[in-house]
């Protein structure tokens, strides 16, 4: 029997919950009371939640931690994480400790410039085309006046529409290339909206329009993050000879996709939690960042270090395209939280911190790839998280915490030291 439905989303979210279980769960009552769990007490607040998307039920909650410590060009941050994955803030707030008593991190942004794109198909002469254009480039800006009225207000706009070629690689594909200064806005709606404006204005009819959307690739909206010290600073039994480890780390993920994709995995465990926290896209982000790791021809590391010198330099470079006013950031009271944590940064200001905890959480990694193996403190922190599945008691999570003190973790090992515990 069928189970499709129409007009679901006109249905209340009761009416939705009822259609769900009685089609889709055989324990309903169950499931209703772990659907309604999740409902914030405060129904101002669970409303406004449930408006950011279609068909909402429920809450899907995440834990929300800080990482400490962190000194950013000389100031003091402590920044919000969103994120399920044990040991990700612990090791943040680790190497923000380390780092802040040598020299913390040397941030700067590159640029803040965000591209958008009209896709169109011409048949005709590219002279003609290009006639055209040239005749019509002053009328497009003047297409989106009323669109960039306020952006320009605040330094940001429209910075150039440029016509590109791209019929070597399709037949007939031209493209218009616009760049742009959004401020402290992400800026995709004001980005979308502008290039529509500007298809309608150039279109005519030996031009078809395909498409008008704004890029998440931003290799131009660039941050960079860097930390530096003697290597002998470095400490350890020999900080040479890490130095010179960790350094080969990250060169092998400057040459093996395989691991640099995992490389890279670990760097956005660091930034995709700040994304979240502070309300923005970290689907872009991701998009963008490992786009941006391919760009020379293969997808490599985002991180880079050398020993030169005596001294051991470790850094970052990512397109961070990011808003800290509109959107999610200006609704969601934990995103405004976050923000108001960090002392209210602009845009260009959270890609640098940003790009510091992701440059602190591959420093944690790679330093414990060198040295003991990642697992020994993965695993520690995700003891909890195994103890639970096995619905282990205070009493039993404390004295299995203890046996396991100086000791390596591993899935087998505490399943059989519960089930001896229990027995």
């Not at 680790?94 to 794109?117: C, D, E, H, P, Y």
């Not at 992400?186 to 498409?211: H, P, Q, T, W, Y």
């Not at 970290?282 to 391919?294: D, K, L, P, Q, V």
Request: aromatic fraction near 8%; proline fraction near 2%; glycine fraction near 6%.
């Amino acid at each position: 029997m069928s189970k499709t439905i129409a007009g679901f989303s006109k249905l209340s979210k009761e009416e939705k919950i009822t259609w769900l279980t009685k089609n889709f769960f055989n324990n309903e009552n169950e499931v209703v009371d772990t659907i309604k769990k999740y409902w914030n007490n405060d129904h101002a607040l669970q409303q406004l939640h449930d408006d950011f998307i279609e068909n909402t039920i429920t809450n899907f909650y995440m834990p929300y931690g800080i990482a400490p410590n962190f000194i950013i060009n000389n100031k003091e941050y402590v920044i919000p994480m969103v994120i399920e994955e044990s040991s990700v803030v612990a090791a943040a707030s680790l190497v923000a400790k380390f780092w802040s008593t040598r020299g913390g991190f040397k941030t700067t942004v590159v640029s803040t410039t965000k591209i958008g794109q009209v896709h169109f198909m011409y048949e005709g002469d590219e002279d003609e085309l290009k006639k055209y254009f040239n005749e019509q480039k002053s009328k497009l800006k003047e297409a989106t006046s009323s669109i960039t009225k306020n952006m320009e207000k605040r330094g940001g706009g429209i910075i150039d529409i440029t016509l590109v070629n791209k019929t070597a690689q399709l037949a007939n594909y031209y493209q218009l290339h616009v760049t742009f200064e959004t401020k402290d806005s992400m800026g995709a709606n004001f980005i979308n909206s502008c290039l529509e404006a500007i298809a309608k204005e150039f279109r005519r009819n030996d031009i078809e329009i395909v498409m008008s959307i704004l890029s998440n690739y931003v290799p131009e909206c660039l941050v960079r993050s860097e930390v530096s010290c003697n290597v002998e600073d470095l400490g350890g039994d020999d900080p040479e000879k890490f130095a010179k480890k960790f350094e080969q780390a990250v060169k092998i993920a400057e040459i093996e996709p395989y691991r640099a994709v995992t490389h890279n995995k670990g760097i956005m465990n660091g930034i995709d939690a700040v994304v979240l926290a502070t309300g923005n896209d970290f689907r872009a982000i991701e998009a963008g960042a490992h786009a941006y790791a391919s760009k020379d021809g293969h997808y490599k590391s985002l991180t880079h270090c050398e020993v030169k010198n005596g001294i051991f330099k470790f850094w970052i470079e990512i397109p961070l395209a990011l808003g800290t006013v509109g959107g999610l950031t200006a609704l969601h009271p934990m995103a405004k939280l976050s923000l108001d944590m960090m002392g209210r940064p602009s845009a260009p200001l959270l890609m640098e911190i940003m790009a510091s905890a992701g440059l602190a959480q591959n420093f944690a990694a790679l330093r414990a790839l060198t040295t003991m193996g990642i697992q020994h403190g993965h695993m520690k922190m995700h003891l909890m998280n195994i103890l639970n599945q096995l619905g282990a008691t205070s009493q039993e999570k404390n004295i299995i915490s203890q046996k396991f003190k100086g000791e390596t973790v591993s899935h087998s090992a505490v399943v059989e030291a519960f089930n001896e515990l229990k027995n």
